[in-house]
């Protein structure tokens, strides 16, 4: 399982955990909810291509309890 940080503008500080080929966000209301929103950030062509950071699973958890 890999977490990231993203870093651009609209979706700053949204964690994402991608497992398997899947992708989920973290909603504060609903938990971790399927998203197709780290394909943008993967496409060279993309303007917030690379906007990510990677990070453990502990420091994903511990920006989670910080929302």
């Given at each position: 399982?890999t ?15 991608s497992?398997?080929?899947?992708s989920?966000?973290?909603d504060k209301?609903?938990g ?21 950071d990677e ?13």
């Amino acid at each position: 399982m890999t977490y990231y940080k993203l870093n651009d503008y609209d979706n700053r500080g949204t964690v994402v955990k991608s497992e398997e080929g899947k992708s989920f966000k973290y909603d504060k209301s609903r938990g971790w909810v399927r998203t197709g929103l780290m394909s943008q950030y993967m496409f060279p062509e993309s303007p917030v291509y690379g906007s990510y950071d990677e990070v453990s699973e502990a420091e994903a958890n511990n920006l989670i309890a910080a929302m």
